[in-house]
């Protein structure tokens, strides 16, 4: 079946640093979602990708559709505390009518 | 706008009884879908609702079942619970052909 990976597993640092995290398939996807889940809590939606070079922003977050459409990016400018947490991306091909999950990106951010 | 609820929070129970999951979707949505979160396999589909009718099932036994209501508010059952069943159970709620879901806090259930 389809599996994303998700890179790095986790990272460190510093408080104020930009962030970078990908998320790559085996398989095309015509849609990207990045979310956001906190420790006992539901995964919260970040950002949404319909198409292949979107670049769309979120306040200090910025995802892109990569143009093989096998991958996406997540960035995270200017690093705060609250920025902590697990970030998944789930990706859906033409075919599937489910999304496919990584295993996601622990982030943690040091004071 | 409310978001999508989930009863109850946390659930313990033991081997061979059953369970039942409560979800009520966005006000507005009509798809739900539900999903099995775990340390080791992440975050897996089990099913997805529209208009009271399973449109797309995941990979798990029998044992996982589920069904919506006319309200869009929908069940998860779980009968002869396993170890391996203990997970947070997410619910995620969807409009009607968008491709965005957004998930409740989840359940957090534990077999022992």
């Known amino acids: 079946g389809q599996q994303l990976n998700q890179s790095p597993q986790s990272m460190f640092i510093q408080e104020g640093e930009d962030v970078s995290m990908n998320c790559t398939s085996s398989s095309i996807f015509n849609t990207w979602l990045w979310y956001k889940q906190d420790p006992g809590e539901g995964p919260v939606l970040l950002i949404a990708?319909?198409?292949?070079?979107e670049l769309t922003s979120n306040g200090r977050l910025t995802a892109q559709f990569g143009i093989t459409r096998k991958d996406s990016f997540l960035n995270i400018s200017a690093s705060i505390p609250s920025d902590v947490g697990i970030y998944f991306c789930a990706g859906r091909d033409n075919y599937g009518q489910n999304f496919v999950f990584g295993p996601g990106t622990r982030l943690s951010v040091l004071p | 706008k409310a978001g999508v609820t989930q009863t109850p929070r946390y659930l313990i129970k033991t081997r061979g009884q059953q369970v039942t999951l409560s979800c009520s979707p966005i006000?507005?949505?009509?798809?739900v879908s539900w999903y099995q979160q775990t340390p080791g396999q992440g975050l897996q589909f089990l099913f997805e609702y529209f208009s009271e009718t399973q449109r797309n099932k995941g990979n798990f036994p029998g044992r996982f079942s589920g069904r919506q209501f006319s309200n869009s508010r929908s069940e998860m059952n779980v009968s002869t619970l396993e170890l391996g069943d203990s997970a947070l159970y997410l619910c995620a709620s969807s409009l009607v052909g968008a491709p965005e879901q957004y998930f409740g806090p989840g359940t957090r259930l534990t077999v022992t």
């Open positions: 006000s507005g949505h009509r798809s």
């Open positions: 990708l319909y198409k292949a070079g």
